[in-house]
T-cell receptor, first 111, second 112 residues
Framework: SAVISQKPSRDICQRGTSLTIQCQVD?????MFWYRQQPGQSLTLIAT?????????ESGFVIDKFPISRPNLTFSTLTVSNMSPEDSSIYLC????????FGQGTRLTVV | EDKVVQSPLSLVVHEGDTVTLNCSYE??????LLWYKQEKKAPTFLFML????IEKKSGRLSSILDKKELFSILNITATQTGDSAVYLC????????????FGTGTRLKVLA
Protein backbone atom coordinates (compact mmCIF):
# COMPACT_ATOMS: atom_id res chain seq x y z
CA SER A 1 0.00 0.00 0.00
CA ALA A 2 1.01 3.64 -0.40
CA VAL A 3 0.79 6.48 2.08
CA ILE A 4 -0.28 9.73 0.49
CA SER A 5 -0.06 13.12 2.16
CA GLN A 6 -2.31 15.73 0.64
CA LYS A 7 -2.56 19.36 1.63
CA PRO A 8 -4.22 21.61 2.37
CA SER A 9 -6.96 19.63 4.07
CA ARG A 10 -9.44 22.41 3.45
CA ASP A 11 -9.55 25.98 2.28
CA ILE A 12 -12.00 28.78 1.71
CA CYS A 13 -11.04 30.93 -1.26
CA GLN A 14 -12.30 34.05 -2.96
CA ARG A 15 -13.63 33.73 -6.48
CA GLY A 16 -11.13 34.62 -9.15
CA THR A 17 -8.16 33.34 -7.14
CA SER A 18 -6.20 30.10 -7.55
CA LEU A 19 -5.37 27.29 -5.15
CA THR A 20 -2.60 24.74 -5.48
CA ILE A 21 -3.08 21.34 -3.89
CA GLN A 22 -0.06 19.19 -3.14
CA CYS A 23 0.22 15.43 -3.02
CA GLN A 24 3.26 13.58 -1.65
CA VAL A 25 3.59 9.79 -1.87
CA ASP A 26 5.90 7.68 0.29
CA UNK A 27 7.10 5.62 -2.67
CA UNK A 28 7.81 6.16 -6.34
CA UNK A 29 4.79 5.74 -8.58
CA UNK A 30 4.39 6.03 -12.31
CA UNK A 31 0.91 7.49 -12.46
CA MET A 32 -0.95 9.81 -10.12
CA PHE A 33 -4.62 10.57 -10.54
CA TRP A 34 -6.54 13.70 -9.62
CA TYR A 35 -10.27 13.49 -8.90
CA ARG A 36 -13.01 15.94 -8.13
CA GLN A 37 -16.05 15.10 -6.03
CA GLN A 38 -18.76 17.69 -6.19
CA PRO A 39 -21.30 17.80 -3.33
CA GLY A 40 -23.44 14.68 -3.33
CA GLN A 41 -21.67 13.27 -6.38
CA SER A 42 -19.20 10.52 -7.05
CA LEU A 43 -15.57 10.87 -7.99
CA THR A 44 -14.81 12.25 -11.43
CA LEU A 45 -11.34 11.86 -12.87
CA ILE A 46 -9.79 15.20 -13.80
CA ALA A 47 -6.47 14.01 -15.19
CA THR A 48 -3.69 11.48 -14.97
CA UNK A 49 -0.26 12.87 -14.14
CA UNK A 50 2.79 11.07 -15.47
CA UNK A 51 6.31 12.05 -14.53
CA UNK A 52 8.21 13.64 -17.37
CA UNK A 53 5.24 14.25 -19.64
CA UNK A 54 2.16 16.41 -19.78
CA UNK A 55 -0.88 15.30 -17.85
CA UNK A 56 -3.69 13.56 -19.69
CA UNK A 57 -6.99 15.36 -19.12
CA GLU A 58 -10.44 13.82 -19.21
CA SER A 59 -13.25 15.23 -21.27
CA GLY A 60 -14.55 18.43 -19.74
CA PHE A 61 -11.31 19.35 -18.00
CA VAL A 62 -8.62 21.60 -19.49
CA ILE A 63 -5.06 22.43 -18.60
CA ASP A 64 -5.69 26.17 -18.33
CA LYS A 65 -8.23 25.59 -15.57
CA PHE A 66 -6.50 22.68 -13.83
CA PRO A 67 -2.75 22.85 -14.46
CA ILE A 68 -0.86 19.89 -13.05
CA SER A 69 2.80 19.49 -12.24
CA ARG A 70 4.66 16.21 -11.77
CA PRO A 71 8.28 17.06 -11.10
CA ASN A 72 9.26 13.62 -9.80
CA LEU A 73 7.89 10.15 -9.06
CA THR A 74 6.67 10.99 -5.54
CA PHE A 75 5.05 14.41 -5.89
CA SER A 76 2.35 16.21 -7.85
CA THR A 77 0.35 19.40 -7.63
CA LEU A 78 -3.05 20.36 -8.98
CA THR A 79 -3.97 24.03 -9.31
CA VAL A 80 -7.57 25.15 -9.51
CA SER A 81 -7.38 28.43 -11.41
CA ASN A 82 -9.66 31.44 -11.57
CA MET A 83 -12.04 29.80 -9.14
CA SER A 84 -15.80 30.18 -9.11
CA PRO A 85 -18.35 28.82 -6.61
CA GLU A 86 -18.91 25.89 -9.00
CA ASP A 87 -15.39 24.71 -8.17
CA SER A 88 -16.40 24.04 -4.58
CA SER A 89 -15.68 20.34 -4.23
CA ILE A 90 -13.49 17.77 -2.62
CA TYR A 91 -10.30 17.21 -4.60
CA LEU A 92 -8.48 13.91 -4.20
CA CYS A 93 -5.18 12.59 -5.42
CA UNK A 94 -4.74 8.88 -5.90
CA UNK A 95 -2.12 6.32 -6.86
CA UNK A 96 -2.20 2.62 -7.57
CA UNK A 97 -2.25 0.17 -10.43
CA UNK A 98 -4.19 -2.64 -8.80
CA UNK A 99 -6.09 -0.80 -6.09
CA UNK A 100 -6.38 2.95 -5.79
CA UNK A 101 -5.08 4.61 -2.64
CA PHE A 102 -6.20 8.11 -1.83
CA GLY A 103 -4.83 11.14 -0.12
CA GLN A 104 -6.85 12.68 2.69
CA GLY A 105 -8.60 15.01 0.27
CA THR A 106 -8.92 18.79 0.06
CA ARG A 107 -12.30 20.35 0.75
CA LEU A 108 -12.44 23.55 -1.27
CA THR A 109 -15.11 26.20 -0.75
CA VAL A 110 -15.19 29.15 -3.12
CA VAL A 111 -17.05 32.24 -1.94
CA GLU B 1 -19.21 5.26 -22.90
CA ASP B 2 -17.98 3.48 -19.80
CA LYS B 3 -20.33 3.60 -16.85
CA VAL B 4 -20.74 2.19 -13.37
CA VAL B 5 -24.19 2.29 -11.76
CA GLN B 6 -24.90 1.66 -8.11
CA SER B 7 -28.19 0.98 -6.39
CA PRO B 8 -29.88 1.93 -4.24
CA LEU B 9 -28.72 5.54 -4.08
CA SER B 10 -29.46 5.64 -0.39
CA LEU B 11 -30.56 3.26 2.30
CA VAL B 12 -31.64 3.62 5.92
CA VAL B 13 -31.58 0.54 8.14
CA HIS B 14 -31.50 -0.33 11.82
CA GLU B 15 -28.60 -1.85 13.67
CA GLY B 16 -28.45 -5.58 13.17
CA ASP B 17 -30.01 -5.53 9.71
CA THR B 18 -28.29 -7.05 6.69
CA VAL B 19 -27.86 -4.91 3.60
CA THR B 20 -26.95 -5.67 0.00
CA LEU B 21 -25.48 -2.98 -2.21
CA ASN B 22 -25.43 -3.40 -5.95
CA CYS B 23 -23.00 -2.33 -8.64
CA SER B 24 -23.43 -2.91 -12.36
CA TYR B 25 -20.98 -1.84 -15.02
CA GLU B 26 -20.37 -1.43 -18.71
CA UNK B 27 -16.66 -0.85 -19.09
CA UNK B 28 -14.35 -1.75 -21.93
CA UNK B 29 -11.15 -3.58 -21.07
CA UNK B 30 -12.27 -4.50 -17.58
CA UNK B 31 -9.40 -5.21 -15.22
CA UNK B 32 -10.94 -5.32 -11.73
CA LEU B 33 -13.82 -4.06 -9.60
CA LEU B 34 -13.18 -2.34 -6.30
CA TRP B 35 -15.32 -1.34 -3.34
CA TYR B 36 -14.55 1.63 -1.11
CA LYS B 37 -16.05 3.13 2.03
CA GLN B 38 -16.14 6.91 2.22
CA GLU B 39 -16.93 8.46 5.57
CA LYS B 40 -15.51 11.95 5.28
CA LYS B 41 -13.25 12.78 2.38
CA ALA B 42 -10.86 9.99 1.48
CA PRO B 43 -12.31 6.65 0.33
CA THR B 44 -10.84 3.66 2.12
CA PHE B 45 -10.29 0.40 0.29
CA LEU B 46 -12.51 -2.59 1.07
CA PHE B 47 -12.20 -5.20 -1.67
CA MET B 48 -10.78 -5.82 -5.08
CA LEU B 49 -12.46 -8.43 -7.27
CA UNK B 50 -11.07 -9.83 -10.48
CA UNK B 51 -12.61 -13.29 -10.84
CA UNK B 52 -16.24 -14.31 -11.04
CA UNK B 53 -17.84 -16.29 -8.27
CA ILE B 54 -15.09 -15.96 -5.70
CA GLU B 55 -16.35 -14.30 -2.56
CA LYS B 56 -14.10 -11.88 -0.74
CA LYS B 57 -14.82 -11.57 2.97
CA SER B 58 -13.65 -9.28 5.73
CA GLY B 59 -15.47 -9.55 9.02
CA ARG B 60 -19.12 -8.64 8.44
CA LEU B 61 -18.48 -7.47 4.89
CA SER B 62 -18.38 -9.67 1.83
CA SER B 63 -18.44 -9.13 -1.89
CA ILE B 64 -18.72 -11.14 -5.06
CA LEU B 65 -18.35 -10.44 -8.76
CA ASP B 66 -20.29 -11.79 -11.74
CA LYS B 67 -18.35 -11.01 -14.90
CA LYS B 68 -20.94 -12.60 -17.14
CA GLU B 69 -23.80 -10.44 -15.91
CA LEU B 70 -21.46 -7.49 -15.23
CA PHE B 71 -22.33 -6.79 -11.64
CA SER B 72 -21.10 -7.06 -8.10
CA ILE B 73 -22.73 -6.99 -4.70
CA LEU B 74 -21.46 -5.87 -1.34
CA ASN B 75 -23.10 -7.45 1.68
CA ILE B 76 -22.93 -6.11 5.20
CA THR B 77 -24.36 -8.31 7.94
CA ALA B 78 -25.30 -7.28 11.47
CA THR B 79 -24.92 -3.63 10.57
CA GLN B 80 -23.61 -1.14 13.12
CA THR B 81 -23.86 2.64 13.30
CA GLY B 82 -20.18 2.77 12.33
CA ASP B 83 -21.09 1.30 8.97
CA SER B 84 -22.86 4.54 8.08
CA ALA B 85 -21.00 5.90 5.06
CA VAL B 86 -21.08 6.22 1.30
CA TYR B 87 -20.02 2.99 -0.41
CA LEU B 88 -18.36 3.45 -3.76
CA CYS B 89 -17.90 0.91 -6.49
CA UNK B 90 -15.13 1.48 -9.05
CA UNK B 91 -13.99 -0.40 -12.11
CA UNK B 92 -10.38 -0.35 -13.23
CA UNK B 93 -10.04 -0.16 -16.99
CA UNK B 94 -7.04 -0.38 -19.25
CA UNK B 95 -8.85 1.11 -22.22
CA UNK B 96 -6.39 3.61 -23.68
CA UNK B 97 -4.84 4.79 -20.46
CA UNK B 98 -5.22 3.03 -17.14
CA UNK B 99 -8.00 4.56 -15.04
CA UNK B 100 -10.78 3.95 -12.55
CA UNK B 101 -14.44 4.69 -13.24
CA PHE B 102 -16.48 5.34 -10.11
CA GLY B 103 -20.15 4.75 -9.54
CA THR B 104 -22.48 7.26 -7.96
CA GLY B 105 -22.24 5.60 -4.57
CA THR B 106 -24.79 4.26 -2.09
CA ARG B 107 -25.31 6.33 1.03
CA LEU B 108 -25.98 3.98 3.94
CA LYS B 109 -27.32 5.21 7.25
CA VAL B 110 -27.57 2.78 10.14
CA LEU B 111 -29.83 3.84 12.98
CA ALA B 112 -29.23 2.76 16.55
Amino acid sequence: SAVISQKPSRDICQRGTSLTIQCQVDSQVTMMFWYRQQPGQSLTLIATANQGSEATYESGFVIDKFPISRPNLTFSTLTVSNMSPEDSSIYLCSVGNTEAFFGQGTRLTVV
Amino acid sequence: EDKVVQSPLSLVVHEGDTVTLNCSYEVTNFRSLLWYKQEKKAPTFLFMLTSSGIEKKSGRLSSILDKKELFSILNITATQTGDSAVYLCAVASTSGTYKYIFGTGTRLKVLA
